[in-house]
């Protein structure tokens, strides 16, 4: 008796394992395949590499280094409890405010342009004199 969800090797050629359900495909290459049947109207260029199954490396080696969260002040860690300013830096608790860490961002103005675009302008008719 032969099982539908067994995993066999996947015939794409990827590493992956594949079920009978999917035509012996893993998951990846089957959605590939059945995006290019649909699709045959549109034209999309190939790469060198298959999309949807990367080749076995290190997944170590490329990963870009993770930034580390500082604040832009006193330089110091602050992990997730970091204070985005509207300046576009990070802060810690005590640099947290536009006056401690001397901000550029201009509030008054933006809270100008935030009010004109949401309040309308109400004007009334003129009078007319006798």
Known sequence: MVNETEALPCEGGCGLYGTRVNNNLCSLCYK???LQ??????????TEQSQCCPPMSSPVAEEEPVKKRRCGRCKRK?????????CGHMFCGSH?????HSCPFDYKQSGRLALATQLPLIRADKLQRF
């Not at 049947?37 to 190939?46: D, G, K, Q, R």
């Not at 602050?78 to 509207?86: D, P």
Request: charge should be neutral; proline fraction near 7%.
């Open 32 to 34: 590939k395949s059945v």
């Open 37 to 46: 049947h649909s699709t045959a109207l549109i034209f999309e260029p190939e």
């Open 78 to 86: 602050v992990g997730m409890l970091g204070f985005k300013c509207r």
């Open 96 to 100: 947290r405010y536009p006056e401690e």
